[in-house]
């Protein structure tokens, strides 16, 4: 396995090739926890690795250098993913001085007893000399959390950029082009979708911030590392934090009798127009990353269910609760499902839609008990109105 990003800079993480749930985030394709060694007349460990992989963290780093020459320690995120093996590092490098923003070192002293460690805080625009190469700073808050943090290597032109620009994906390869790139992108916008996407304005500012650097590497503290689409992975990141519209229409669904599911089939083919991207998804048959990631890049939604106990199906809440957790914006869409003796499920939904500050484009399409033919003609006119919609929207 290749690890070297360019001479003296190496790849020192963790792979996690079994782990599948990530705060309810499915990781299908495992992770790995990124950490990087800089050799230069000063040695210094970029992040790293979640606390039960400390010991091959210090494997990996000793296989280099010995431990008593790391001088610094950077720490661009206190999430314990990165910083969970930081109180066995900080013991193992006994001259090893703590590189990281005000807020990291705060938010770090409420995680561990960091008082017998050396610190030095850094802010944007600050520099460490290593000797050949510096360590340049950008602050990068909530990208995704307060204390977060860019580390730049002018010299080389590499970003160790933190969970930015990350994925949730293993290989024996650490670099994008020894990957297939279409699944790499996808698994990229996975990861923007269910963590960063909450964060788009400040996603946006921070590649502005970035845009003054010239970047041949982008290193992440997830995934593989950018070397020969970087460009690519740069633009998606600017298309997702604004949740830029394709011409796509998302039917998101759960249904008892399949009442519902037959309104959700037809409004499905009303929709599926020349040029649009019509996806149907019963949501007890998914899972929170694949609707998250569905959601980013869509234009317009139908979304449905059954009435249950007065309200809409647990299952189609949680989905809810989550979306707008996770705000995404620029959405248009409508609710729709079935009742049987107590109307509530549409319109519970309906509800969340506005709370969300998507564009409502019509009033929940309901009916009772199975849905008669009238009805069903009704919902694939809706769809197909939702289908021009979404071209519309995508200036398609």
């Not at 992770?31 to 210090?58: M, S």
């Not at 007893?113 to 950008?138: N, Y």
């Not at 899972?287 to 269910?305: C, M, N, P, Q």
């Not at 499902?337 to 500050?357: Q, R, V």
Request: net charge negative; proline share 5%.
């Amino acid at each position: 396995m290749n690890t070297t990003l360019c001479e003296n800079i190496d790849w020192v993480g963790y792979v996690d090739w079994t782990v599948r749930d990530f705060h309810s985030y499915n990781t299908r394709r495992g992770a790995t926890y990124n950490a990087y060694l800089v050799r230069d007349e000063k040695t210094a460990l970029i992040d790293t690795v979640k606390g039960p992989f400390a010991e091959e963290l210090l494997a990996n780093v000793s296989a280099l250098t010995e431990p008593s020459s790391v001088e610094y320690v950077v720490c661009n995120h206190a999430e314990p993913d990165h910083a969970g093996a930081l109180p066995r590092v900080m013991a193992a490098f006994p001259r090893a001085t703590l590189l990281c923003n005000k807020k990291c070192a705060t938010t770090l002293s409420q995680h561990f007893d960091t008082s017998s460690w050396k610190i030095q805080l850094v802010t944007t625009g600050d520099t460490i000399s290593l000797g050949r190469r510096t360590l340049q700073f950008i602050n990068t808050p909530m990208v995704h959390w307060p204390e977060s943090m860019f580390t730049y290597v002018a010299q080389e032109k590499l970003l160790f950029s933190m969970d930015a620009f990350g994925q949730h994906y293993t290989s024996s390869a650490r670099f994008d082009d020894e990957v297939p790139t279409a699944t790499v992108l996808e698994e990229s916008k996975s990861y923007y979708a269910t963590i960063v996407m909450p964060y788009g304005k400040q996603v946006a500012k921070t590649l502005d911030a970035a845009g003054q650097f010239d970047i041949d590497m982008i290193a992440p503290s997830h995934g593989v590392i950018w070397r020969s689409h970087v460009a690519e992975i740069i633009e998606a990141y600017r298309d997702w934090s604004v949740c830029r519209p394709g011409p796509k229409v998302s039917v998101i669904y759960d249904t008892m009798w399949d009442s519902t599911g037959r309104m959700a089939r037809a409004i499905h083919a009303g929709a599926s127009l020349p040029g649009v991207e019509a996806n149907l998804i019963h949501i007890r048959r998914s899972d929170l990353t694949r609707i998250a990631t569905e959601i980013i890049d869509t234009a317009a939604v139908a979304f449905g269910s059954p009435t249950l106990n007065g309200g809409m199906m647990p299952a189609a809440g949680a989905v809810l609760t989550y979306l707008k957790g996770l705000r995404p914006s620029g959405k248009a869409g409508f609710a729709f499902g079935s009742f049987g003796w107590m109307k509530g499920g549409p319109d519970s939904i309906n509800e969340y839609l506005d709370k969300m500050k998507w564009e409502i484009v019509r009033e929940p399409l309901t009916a009772q008990y199975s849905p008669k033919p009238k009805v069903l003609e009704e919902c694939r006119a809706a769809g197909e109105a939702l289908g021009n919609l979404a071209r519309e929207l995508a200036g398609a």
